[in-house]
């Protein structure tokens, strides 16, 4: 017998726990879209139900009820209206918060009246609980006429119960409530009957959405006119009928609690989390937290990854000193470990910290500590031509700039969006992270004070620091430029404090990795190997000239034949189109302290800014010797020198380089993701042109300052 294949949407309020749900339902089995014509993502999954029913789950984005005001909530809005041509669900799962019951209903009961199946997942009982208050589910059940399950996704408790009453709904039992939960005809009596002579198929409640929204959806001509003659010869208000809506469905609400839920005395007793937000929400000692968590969550990366980076590092050093003794010379030995093996270690030598600073981040986040560092910046924020809401996207920005402007969509404010997006790429995102971890290891002394403050430590805050400020000033100078006028209200919910999922922090951390050395690594290797080649090989007069040239020192001069070799390959690199392309170059970046190979790996990062270290891999390999086969990427930069003997890597090339990279737009992804978001190809361009700008006078100045 075929399994019969469905789809349920995921629904409900921001901070409902739909997440961790999703998660729970469809364990590793995901995979991320995009909405059609919109950048939101679209999370979907696989799940079985029983033997006989599969699913599709997808994750809807979250939102407070079916009137939206954001780009993600008019997703949301546009499936359970049925005007998405993708999704179409066969059954929806609204995840409410016990603890927040009252707001919750009224987005449950809006859907219900759409006359969609539906099964309400109940989700944070325990915290309920702790507030004092009761919940007699199946009363709540019976009441709301729709299946509701108790579940806990941290815990993995309920899914049982909510695949049994899925099954139920997709093998045809109670599709849905047999009155609506409100009157709703009677909020436009005449006109909700014309529309339905239209569309006879439309419950109540939609045609009234349709006489609101009809514009937004995907009809055809002479229908959009017919349902406008309705609205203005019934004189139908939107308002008035929303208005109206919302106060009939509070009242109901009201009366179900009364029936079902016993709530404790809100002043019998203050929870642990007001506690905990009295100071860490303090005026004062609230920011003070917030720069000692930035401390730690800097020195951990350090700290944690030094062992094992020290150890993928010593590993693939040894493995290219033996490949050199072991192999034959030529050409493809010469690839294998110049290329293969130097681009390689430029990739794993970084996951720890990689993993390390995901897995922190994660943390931050489910304990509920993310969403307060909005509420605490939001003054200062508005100082800049933001607000609190811009916050998230930033700090998402520390993990990678394409998603966090995306999650700018949840800014309500046109012009502050717009800055937001602006100045996002300015955050250090984890593809920064290998460049200053590369060149703090050069150019910064193995120091600690008061015996555990590690000095790179510091110098890795204060890079990120530095982007958070210019970020700030950018967006002070942007707001006078930017010509939106339009009202801006903060409105955020806390989420309540918990204890972190270690599965969720150890499956965010190995999902990282596995990103990074797949979808960076293909690059990385892909342009490592390019290198290799353009590194190799050069302009054959050119060539054979060399090659003759050194030849006849070979005979000559047999006592210098270990000098003659590390000219040779000095001078081999420089004569490959490698070197002809970064001497073009050079005139250019020379007053930043920089070299030929630098100006390579500037130009090879825009592809992705982590390419930088396996360009250097790449470059030092092709150009050393046999017996310096066996060193590290960091010893071999370490000997690099100047022509005049000095070295290259000193304090202001090394503060000059971080400083480049911090700053300059090399993300080609992310130029894309903005013309996306702002649907023109101006933003990316001004991005362009004032983060290139920046990037050059602030690495000059750098120079200066600390050569």
């Not at 419950?203 to 959009?224: G, P």
């Not at 020379?590 to 825009?606: C, E, M, N, Q, V």
Request: net charge positive; charged share 20%.
């Amino acid at each position: 017998m075929k399994a019969k294949h469905i789809q349920i949407a995921l629904v409900g309020n921001p901070n409902s726990g739909k997440t961790s749900l999703f998660n729970s339902l469809t364990g590793l089995h995901q995979k991320v879209g995009n909405f059609p014509g919109v950048t939101v993502d679209k999370k979907s999954g696989q799940c079985r139900l029983c033997d006989t029913v599969t699913a599709d789950i997808i994750d809807l984005p979250g939102t407070y009820s079916l009137y939206p005001k954001r780009a993600d909530e008019w997703v949301a809005y546009r499936v359970l209206l049925k005007q998405d041509r993708e999704v179409q669900p066969d059954i929806v799962v609204l995840v409410a918060d016990a603890s927040n019951l009252k707001r919750n209903l009224l987005f449950c009961s809006q859907i219900i009246d759409l006359k969609i199946p539906v099964v309400v997942a109940l989700t944070m009982l325990d915290i309920s609980r702790k507030k004092g208050t009761q919940i007699d589910i199946e009363g709540l059940q019976r009441e709301l006429g729709v299946p509701v399950v108790a579940v806990n996704p941290r815990k993995n408790k309920g899914f049982l119960q909510l695949k049994k009453a899925l099954e139920s709904i997709a093998k045809g039992a109670n599709a849905f409530p047999p009155r609506d939960f409100i009157e709703n005809k009677a909020l436009a009596p005449a006109a909700v009957e014309s529309v339905q002579q239209l569309l006879p198929q439309l419950s109540d409640y939609r045609a009234v959405h349709y006489l609101i929204n009809h514009e937004n959806f995907d009809l055809e001509t002479d229908l959009q006119e017919k349902i406008e003659q309705i609205e203005e010869s019934n004189t139908f208000n939107h308002t008035r009928s929303q208005a109206d809506e919302i106060m009939q469905r509070y009242q109901r609400i009201r009366q179900v609690m009364q029936k079902t839920v016993i709530e404790a005395d809100p002043l019998k007793k203050t929870l642990i989390a007001e506690k905990l937000d009295s100071v860490l929400l303090h005026r004062r000692w609230g920011y003070l937290i917030l720069l000692a968590v930035l401390f730690l969550l800097f020195q951990s990366i350090f700290w944690l990854a030094q062992f094992p980076m020290d150890s993928i590092e010593w590993a693939f050093g040894q493995i290219s000193g033996w490949l050199s003794t072991s192999l034959p010379e030529a050409w493809w030995s010469n690839l294998l470990i110049n290329g293969m093996v130097a681009g390689l270690s430029g990739i794993l030598v970084f996951v720890p910290q990689i993993m390390i600073l995901f897995g922190l981040i994660t943390l931050l986040e489910d304990s509920g500590y993310m969403a307060r560092i909005s509420f605490l910046t939001d003054k200062l924020m508005r100082k800049v031509g933001l607000n609190g809401k811009s916050v998230m996207p930033m700090i998402s920005g520390f993990a990678c700039a394409v998603p966090a402007i995306m999650s700018a969509r949840n800014i309500e404010n046109r012009k502050e969006r717009l800055l937001t997006i602006l100045v996002t790429p300015l955050m250090s995102c984890s593809a920064r992270l290998p460049v200053y971890t590369i060149l703090i290891a050069l150019i910064i002394p193995n120091k600690n004070y008061l015996g555990f403050l590690s000095l790179k430590g510091l110098v890795m805050m204060a890079m990120y620091l530095l982007g958070v400020l210019v970020a700030l000033a950018v967006a002070w100078v942007a707001k006078w430029f930017v010509n939106l006028q339009e009202k801006s209200f903060f409105i955020l919910e806390l989420p309540v404090y918990r204890w972190p999922r270690w599965s969720n922090v150890g499956y965010t951390m190995l999902e990282k990795a596995r990103i990074f050395i797949f979808d960076a690594g293909k690059i990385i290797m892909l342009i490592s190997l390019v290198l290799w080649a353009l590194s190799s090989y050069g302009p054959p007069k050119h060539m054979e000239a060399l090659n003759a040239r050194y030849e006849k020192l070979r005979q000559e001069q047999p006592q210098n034949l270990a000098e003659i070799e590390k000219q040779y390959s000095a001078e081999h690199l420089e004569t490959s189109f490698a070197g002809y392309l970064g001497k073009a170059i050079e005139p250019a970046i020379r007053p930043l302290g920089y070299d030929w190979k630098i100006g390579i790996a500037l130009i090879t990062s825009f592809a992705a800014r982590e390419v930088f270290v396996g360009t250097m891999a790449t470059l030092y390999s092709v150009g050393d010797s046999e017996e310096d086969a066996d060193q590290t990427l960091r010893q071999k930069m370490q000997a690099a020198t100047r022509p005049d003997g000095t070295p290259l890597y000193n304090l202001g090339t090394g503060i000059s380089l971080m400083v480049f990279y911090l700053l300059a737009m090399q993300c080609m992804s992310t130029l894309a993701i903005v013309k996306r978001e702002t649907r023109s190809w101006k933003w990316p361009a001004v991005q362009l042109v004032y983060m290139t700008v920046l990037a050059y006078a602030f690495s000059w100045l750098a120079f200066v300052l600390f050569s």
